[in-house]
């Protein structure tokens, strides 16, 4: 919109220098040598007309690295293309916003900072600050919110009461052993009571000063700050399922599918926890310790192996007979609580309500704590 093919949109040329002076020459001439010893000539040639303004060329760059990246499985894709791909997002992205195509020039920074390597992610971010709050940042997804406000609060607000809850929980559910709940722990009472002793736990008190605890109630605030970002998401009940997929939207087309999706079948939710805070809303939460892995018939191969074939909202008894009985704690989790899941501990999470959670991993041992 707004150029004619190989030419250059109106206010390239200021977009250009930017683009140049955004990525510093030294790394900019080393992440090119290294793309030439890859075999990339025609992308080295097209990023040089790139950065001098030229749209058609910067597109054609991403189009070449992105096919380097889906050109065999993640793990053996030569880094430099990760590197490149970004550098490409970073010149398209330039390029539109120059033309005042804010939104194409958020989405090639978002797939850029999803899919690009890490030299350039300061770089990416800065852009995505700069260009956000630009001219335009007054979304338009804001300006359609209308009735969802009421339909987000109703959202929020679903399964309070127990009974209705439990109508759409597994079997046995809050029946046994419940999650121990304590309130501002100090960090020695939960390294030496919790964390040494692989005992879950759920922390109140502790996030009831974050702005988020309000701010994400409000579904105009959220599509004012986010809307136009693009985001990887999951959908379907698990990643077992055979409708299970990902996709990527923008988070605006993501807040519109949690409230119109019933179906855990099409359920959309970010990508995701040893530590587990609620901030909107309300979730289920089933687990099952370490000890009880040779009953849950973990899947066989590698890659599953950290995955139950049971499912719980229709057990099979017949097929998985050790499952009956087996002892659980489980929980609901509400908001402003954090949960504390041990390393290994099996989980079921079932949201009760549109919610929104924060997931915090660390890693660390029992000999780097000692001394604490």
């Known amino acids: 919109m707004g150029e004619e093919p190989g030419g250059a949109a109106p206010g390239s040329e200021k977009a250009a220098e ?17 793309i030439t010893e890859e075999g990339g000539f025609a992308y080295v040639s097209s990023a040089e007309k790139a950065a001098a303004g030229d749209l058609r060329a910067a597109e054609a ?15 053996e894709v030569v880094p430099a293309w990760r590197e ?7 010149h398209v992205a330039e390029l539109r916003a120059g033309a005042g195509e804010r939104k194409d020039a958020l989405r090639a920074l978002d797939m850029g900072l999803i899919m690009g390597g890490p030299l350039l992610r300061r770089d990416l971010d800065a852009a995505v600050e700069r260009i956000a709050a630009g001219k335009g940042a007054e979304n338009d997804a804001a300006a359609n919110v209308g009735d969802c406000a009421d339909k987000w609060w109703e959202g929020i607000s679903k399964n309070r009461d127990l009974a209705e809850a439990l109508s759409i929980l597994p079997s046995r559910s809050l029946s046994c052993k419940k999650v121990e709940k304590q309130s501002s722990l100090s960090l020695e009472t939960f390294i030496y009571d919790y964390f040494l002793r692989d005992s879950p736990v759920i922390i109140s008190g502790c996030i009831d000063h974050w702005p988020a605890m309000t701010r994400w109630k409000d579904i105009e605030y959220l599509k004012k700050v986010a809307g136009d970002r693009t985001v990887p998401i999951e959908v379907g009940k698990n990643y077992l399922c055979s409708e299970w997929k990902q996709e990527l939207i923008t988070f605006s087309q993501f807040l519109e599918r949690i409230q119109s999706t019933n179906c855990p ?6 990508a995701q926890h040893p530590l587990f805070d609620q901030v909107v809303g309300r979730k289920y939460i089933r687990l099952y310790p370490a000890s009880a892995s040779e009953n849950l018939y973990p899947h066989a191969e590698s890659m599953l192996s950290n995955s139950s074939q049971v499912d719980l909202d229709n057990i099979d008894y017949q097929e998985f007979p050790k499952v009956e009985g087996l002892d659980f704690i489980d929980c609901v989790l509400e908001e402003g609580e954090m949960l504390y899941i041990p390393p290994k ?5 079932r949201s009760l309500s549109t919610s929104f959670s ?5 890693s660390a041992t029992a000999s780097s704590l000692q001394g604490t």
Do not use: I, K
């Not at 760059?61 to 793990?75: D, F, I, K, T, V």
């Not at 791909?85 to 970073?90: E, G, N, P, R, T």
């Not at 079948?265 to 970010?270: E, V």
């Open 61 to 75: 760059a991403r189009e070449m690295a992105w096919e380097q990246l889906h050109s065999g499985p993640w793990h």
């Open 345 to 349: 501990w099996w989980h079921y999470v």
């Open 84 to 90: 490149a791909y970004a550098m490409a997002c970073l």
């Open 358 to 362: 924060v997931s915090f991993w660390w």
């Open 18 to 34: 930017t683009a140049v002076g955004l990525v510093d020459e030294e790394r900019r001439a080393a992440l090119l040598r290294r």
């Open 265 to 270: 079948a099409n359920l959309p939710y970010l």
